[in-house]
């Protein structure tokens, strides 16, 4: 049981490059979140899944667009790559509506010069 | 909107003495409450959690946070903290639709010998 697992680690983008980062959870669980961390800021969500097919606007959501065509997938795509997305990415999961307990991925660092 | 401040950035103790990480939150009614750890290049752990009952709620690693609705806060303590508690910490509340948490901003812990 992987948990939450996120691809790649790392990535370094130029300015104006597209690139998806992969979420998969091996927990059946309806719920899915993209987030940002920054220094000083804490976690910031960027879109969520409420079950496959479904996907909302989170906190932070200009920049990136969202994908869950598979219940256990969650995609977070940047069209074009901006200096201010340079971040700590992380994916969670939680059971069900209520559940509220997100359990995390290790984590993507990417870096956009 | 709910809110979570998180007013230490910083803190810094002796390995064997006491820890206290403050959480305050804003929210009408009681949210579920939340304290995390992470760990350098890591992702989230859960330590604890609080959803109703018993106000005092233990976790793992030995930490334990007590909720009092009066003081609207939710601090996370540990009687002995040890060398390998150094990590970043953060407070969640769980509020709204869709399991969806908000965080603070973190405190980092260092641990001194």
């Known amino acids: 049981n992987a948990g939450v697992t996120q691809t790649p680690k790392f990535r370094v983008l130029k300015t104006g490059q597209s690139m998806t980062l992969l979420c998969a959870q091996d927990?059946?669980?309806?719920?899915m979140y993209w987030y940002r961390q920054d220094p000083g800021m804490g976690l910031r969500l960027i879109h969520y899944?409420?079950?496959?097919?479904?996907?909302a606007k989170g906190e932070v959501p200009d920049g990136y667009n969202v994908s869950r065509l598979k219940k256990q997938n969650f995609l977070l795509g940047l069209e074009s790559a901006a200096p201010s997305q340079t971040s700590v990415y992380f994916c969670?999961?939680?059971?069900?509506?209520?559940?509220?307990?997100?359990?995390f991925g290790p984590g993507t660092r990417l870096t956009v010069t | 909107a709910q809110s979570v401040t998180q007013p230490d950035i910083h803190i810094t103790v002796s390995e064997g003495a006491s820890l206290e990480l403050r959480c305050n939150y804003s929210?009408?009614?009681?949210?579920?409450l939340f304290w995390y750890v992470q760990s350098p290049g890591q992702g989230l752990q859960l330590l604890l959690k609080?959803?109703?009952?018993?106000?005092l709620v233990q976790g793992i690693k030995g930490f334990e946070a007590e909720f009092k609705r009066s003081q609207s806060s939710f601090n996370l303590r540990k009687p002995s903290v040890h060398w390998s508690d150094a990590a970043e910490y953060f407070c969640?509340?769980?509020?709204?639709?869709?399991?969806?948490?908000?965080f603070g901003t973190g405190t980092r812990l260092q641990v001194t010998l």
């Open positions: 969670a999961s939680t059971p069900r509506e209520g559940s509220y307990e997100q359990y």
């Open positions: 927990m059946n669980h309806e719920y």
């Open positions: 899944s409420v079950g496959e097919g479904t996907t």
């Open positions: 929210y009408g009614a009681t949210p579920y």
């Open positions: 609080y959803f109703s009952g018993d106000t």
């Open positions: 969640a509340v769980g509020v709204g639709t869709a399991s969806k948490l908000t």
